[in-house]
């Protein structure tokens, strides 16, 4: 079992940034793949961004590439998003989710999620 806390969320304005911070309970944080999801509202929950477990890979929806950054610090339990640049349409709910496979796009595909925090971009 994993437990996910999100925290860092907030209001700013267009063109700010945040980070987002994921932290995972556990001793085995090394071995699992970490995403982030997030859900505007009125809308299905969508990928953002995944870091794999083994390698450190990268994935990224084309919505924030070049505009958001993962990472993760395996001596921390921890698992970041830096969003730079942000757009009103970046307002969401974001979540994190772990799981042991390599990576997924498919929110359905993750085996652990966090309760969310919330991201409201002002314009």
């Known amino acids: 079992q994993v437990q996910l806390v999100e925290s860092g969320g907030g209001l700013v304005q267009a063109g700010g940034s945040l980070r987002l911070s994921c932290a995972a309970s556990?001793?085995?944080?090394?071995?699992?793949?970490m995403g982030w999801f997030r859900r505007a509202p009125g809308k299905e929950r969508e990928f953002v961004a995944a870091i794999t477990w083994n390698n450190g890979d990268t994935y990224y929806a084309d919505s924030v590439k070049g505009r958001f950054t993962i990472a993760r610090d395996n001596a921390k339990n921890t698992v970041y998003l830096q969003m730079n640049r942000l757009k009103p349409e970046d307002t969401a709910v974001y979540y994190c989710?772990?799981?042991?496979?390599?990576?997924?796009?498919?929110?359905?595909?993750?085996?652990?999620w966090g309760q969310g925090t919330q991201v409201t971009v002002s314009s």
């Open positions: 556990g001793r085995t944080f090394s071995s699992y793949s």
């Open positions: 989710a772990a799981d042991r496979s390599m990576f997924h796009r498919a929110a359905t595909s993750w085996s652990f």
